[in-house]
C-alpha cells in the first residue's frame, strides 16, 4: 500500500471514529435532556417472585431513583413502609441512584394466597407503590435476572447462561449471632474483607478481553452501536460495597464499582458502554477501607456479581464519635 493510500484510510478510520463519538455525544445528551441530578422521586418496584424448598415464598424488589447523583435517604416509617403487616421487611433507607434491580428480598408464608403487599415510598412530595402478588407472570428464575440485568438479550439464553451459578461473598471476621456486626469511630477507617467464589460463569465478552488487551483503548467498544432493545450489561466478576441503611455518608477505598445502571460512557459500572472487569485476587480476598463521616448505626451491602447473577451480603457497624 502507498504511503498515500495509506494515509487516506487512516485519515478515514479517523474521521468515521469522530463522526461515531459525536453522535454518541449527541444521543447521550438528547437522552440525557429530562434526566435531573436531584430533588427528584423514588418509584419501587416488584420485580418478580420464586418458592423455596420449604413451601414459602420471596417476593424481590427494586426501585428507580430518578436521579442521577443524589443518593436518597428514606428511614423506615411513614415515608418508607410495607403493609399489611410489619412497616420494616428489610428494605433499604439508603438509596442509589437510578435503576437497582433486584435489591432485596422479603420472606412470604407458604399460605400467602392471592393477597397483595405493598411497598410505600415517598419522597420530595411524591407518593409511589409497588404492588406485590403471586401471579404466575412475575416468576422469576436465574435465566430471568440475567436477562432482566443485561447479562443476556432479551427473551435469550444459553447452555452457559443456564448453568451459571451465582458467586458466594463471605464476610470475613468474628460474627454476632446469625449478624456481622464491627464497631469504628467517626473518621477512623474500618477494614473489611470478603472472600468471594466464583464458577467463571458467564465469561466475558470477547469485545471486553480485545478491550482490556488494548490496554484500555480498544476501538470496537467505542465504535459498537447499541445491540439490544433492552439494558446492556459487561459481564465480569465484581464486588461492590455499598450503604444499605444509614443517617450519614460513607467513604470506600478503593472506589467501589458501581451497583447500579450508570450507562454513561466512562462511569465505573457494568452498564456503562467502557467499562471493564477490575482484576480477580488469586485467592478471592477483596479488602476496602471504609470511613463515616457521622455516628449512628450502618448497614453496609456487599453484592457479589458475576455478569449474570449476584450473592449479597450484609454487615451492621456502630459508629461513635
Not at 416488584?46 to 428507580?64: K, L, P
Not at 447523583?69 to 438509596?95: A, C, M, W, Y
Not at 399460605?111 to 420530595?124: F, R, S, Y
Not at 439464553?157 to 443456564?162: T, V
Request: glycine fraction near 10%; hydrophobic fraction near 40%.
Amino acid at each position: 500500500m502507498s504511503l498515500r493510500l495509506s494515509w487516506l484510510c487512516s485519515a478515514r478510520v479517523a474521521r468515521f471514529i469522530a463522526a461515531v463519538l459525536i453522535s454518541t455525544f449527541m444521543m447521550e445528551g438528547a437522552l440525557a435532556q429530562p434526566s435531573y441530578r436531584k430533588g427528584q422521586y423514588l418509584e419501587p418496584a416488584y420485580e418478580g417472585w420464586r418458592q423455596n424448598a420449604d413451601g414459602t415464598y420471596v417476593f424481590i424488589f427494586g426501585y428507580q431513583n430518578e436521579n442521577w447523583e443524589e443518593e436518597l435517604k428514606i428511614p423506615v416509617g411513614e415515608n418508607n413502609f410495607f403493609s399489611p403487616g410489619l412497616e420494616d421487611r428489610g428494605q433499604p433507607t439508603h438509596f442509589l441512584p437510578r435503576r437497582n434491580r433486584f435489591t432485596f428480598e422479603v420472606l412470604i408464608p407458604a399460605d400467602w394466597g392471592d393477597k397483595e403487599l405493598a411497598w410505600t415510598v415517598t419522597v420530595n412530595g411524591v407518593t409511589k407503590v409497588a404492588y406485590a402478588t403471586l401471579a404466575r407472570d412475575y416468576v422469576i428464575d436465574n435465566v430471568v435476572i440475567a436477562s432482566e440485568t443485561g447479562s443476556l438479550g432479551a427473551g435469550t439464553s444459553s447452555p452457559e447462561s443456564r448453568s451459571n451459578q451465582p458467586p458466594l461473598v463471605t464476610v470475613q471476621g468474628d460474627r454476632v449471632g446469625d449478624q456481622i456486626v464491627r464497631s469504628v469511630r467517626v473518621g477512623q477507617p474500618l477494614s473489611l474483607q470478603a472472600h468471594v467464589a466464583d464458577d467463571g460463569l458467564p465469561k466475558p465478552r470477547a469485545s471486553s478481553a480485545a478491550f482490556t488487551a488494548a490496554g484500555g483503548t480498544g476501538i470496537a467498544r467505542w465504535m459498537r452501536p447499541p445491540s439490544r432493545v433492552t439494558v446492556g450489561k459487561t459481564n465480569g466478576l465484581f464486588l461492590s460495597w455499598n450503604i444499605y441503611r444509614g443517617e450519614g455518608n460513607a467513604t470506600f477505598d478503593p472506589p467501589q464499582v458501581k451497583p447500579w445502571e450508570d450507562t454513561r460512557n466512562s462511569a465505573n459500572s457494568p452498564w456503562g458502554a467502557l467499562w471493564v472487569p477490575p482484576p480477580v485476587p488469586e485467592d478471592g480476598m477483596y479488602s476496602v477501607d471504609v470511613t463515616f463521616d457521622m455516628p449512628g448505626t450502618y448497614v453496609l451491602w456487599a453484592r457479589a456479581d458475576d455478569g449474570g447473577l449476584f450473592h449479597d451480603q450484609y454487615v451492621t457497624v456502630n459508629v461513635t464519635p
